[in-house]
């Protein structure tokens, strides 16, 4: 509540009583009243102790001299002054509501009990209908919280070494998939907010530095990276020369390329607002955001919202989240876990331990699950912010405040702890490496295309580092991918991984692309036939519809499609199945609009086989369609 509206509220609350006091104490308040309407906050004090004193029953003046204490911050002299006023004058109707005041102050310091004892004690004399809503609010986190700390989980969080922690306040750490890469928003004593970034290495995190190329002598908060650490988007509320902005912060993008990080551009009218849009959260291939914004249209006070980027890389307009997610207070600090179904955030509005808990929902066909508290003592009665889980669903990073109840200061740093079991989610690995030239071994830049086999659904889209090859994707566990790369004047290039059953968390495999010319041949690794059939499986028309795209693309290449088998059955037999299979594949081809003159079907059977038929797996390498450049 604004300081003016709070004086307003006074002038109607504390003038009707002024003459239950003495002449002397009513003077004394009314010259204090003055200057309190004044701002001259430290005279009002004077007067209303001198009434206080006069008359220490005097409930307005307590009342006025507990609000000055409120405009300054100074809780403990506000709580000390609103005791006593409870106990002189708790009965009256017009200072009942300080139950309310007292009650929340109780949560914020984890004291239940007392908590309980205020919000009762409204419920049992106040009748303002919604003070009394507020009242039952603290009633019930009263009960959850009680009921929470009978059942704590296995939770032991270790600061992250002074090494990182180099300043007052760390906050928002984000992890690139691989886990090499740790960016973070830190503030120091004079209120400068930065992006720093620390690298992994075998001793830990090295020492955090600015990031030059993005910091300014203004302040660039909360930042979110894709999985891959090309693209980050930051906050900055700022209306400079160099970045203009539309509202108070908007959110800015900018690209790593070969190391360096572009020029930030502002993320427009589609993502930003006339208001507050900060705390921004990238999917893992960097084409949703999720974040916070307290423009209109929300469900609250500051509301979760999200955006898309099309086919284009163009921004689609921002939507409100809505519920269950979004409440009537506050819903902030989203972090979307590079599975792409699992979203984090904190939030004053679900039944909680107290100040902001961190919640956790599900993204179920295109909804979102009702919210799930994280727990005790994840969440604890002080604020719980800034959650982040490592792309194995292993470990959690946050922002940990050590907090002086005599000061009411606090220090955030930054943390980790092992995810329980109790809040396990499901976990991604990943695949990176670098997109090079077969023949010369340079980097290429090529765009890639990753791929659920079954249902045929895009997972993500990205580009290699056109500098340094270098690219990243992110696998969520429990599903079959292909991986398709394409680049201009190159043959495109397939992979398949079967993450249904893998433990593995981390894959480093380069990609090298062959240049288009006459007698390259390439493996079609996501074809997939009936046992001992020609006839095509339906996971087979992801990489057949990439096969005809890249066709369509360079429309003077004729190609050969070569069928292969291994050396089970007799010789004759896999001739014709090799044929017949090949046969299939230039039939679909067809159909998706590839002429029967840049196609021809040769069946070789096992007569070239590229590995020994002496194992499982190197029969199912033979087994094989390949397609050659004619």
Known sequence: MKPLLLLLLLNVLLLPSLFAQ??????????????????????????????????????????????????????????????????????????????????????????????????QQYMDQGEDAPKRSLASQILSTVEYAKEQLQHPLDYTPQSLPNEVNIKQQQYFPVITADQKYLYFTARDEQGDENIYQCVRTASGWSTPESIESLNTPYNEGTCSISADGKTMIFTFCENTRRRFSYGSCDLFISYNEGGEWSEPVNMGPAVNSPDWDSQPSLSADGRTLYFVSDRRGGQGQSDIWVCKQDDQGKWMPA?????????????????????????????????????????????????????KNLGYPINTFSEQVSLFITADGKQAYYSMEEYNPNTYANRRNLASFTLPEEVQINPSGYIKGKVLDKNNQAPVEARITLMDIISGDTISLFKSDKQTGDYLSVLPKGKQYAMHVSAENYVFHSMSFDYRKSNTEGLTQDIYLSPITTGTKITLNNLFFEINSFKLLDASKVELGKLADFLQKNKTIRIAINGHTDNVGSSVYNLQLSQKRAESVVTYLKKLGITDDRLHAKGFGEKQPIAPNDTTANKALNRRIEFEIL
């Open 22 to 119: 003495s002449k002397k104490a009513i003077k004394a308040f009314e010259r204090g009243y003055q200057h309190m309407i004044m701002r001259e906050n430290t005279d009002a004090k004077k007067y209303f102790n001198e009434a206080i004193t006069l008359e220490p029953s005097y409930g307005d003046a307590l009342y006025a001299l507990g609000q000055l204490y409120y405009f300054e911050r100074n809780i403990p002299a506000m709580k000390k002054t609103y005791a006593q006023l409870l106990e002189c004058c708790g009965q009256s109707p017009e200072f009942s509501s300080v139950n309310i005041i007292m009650g929340r102050l109780a949560i914020g310091e984890g004291n239940y009990d007392q908590a309980q004892i205020y919000a």
């Open 319 to 371: 939507k409100n989240l809505g519920m269950p997610v979004n409440t009537s207070q506050d819903d902030i600090s989203p972090f979307i876990h590079a599975n792409g179904t699992t979203l984090f955030f904190a939030s004053k509005g679900h039944l909680g331990m107290g100040d902001h808990d961190l919640f956790q929902a599900e993204l179920q066909n295109g909804v979102f699950s009702e919210p």
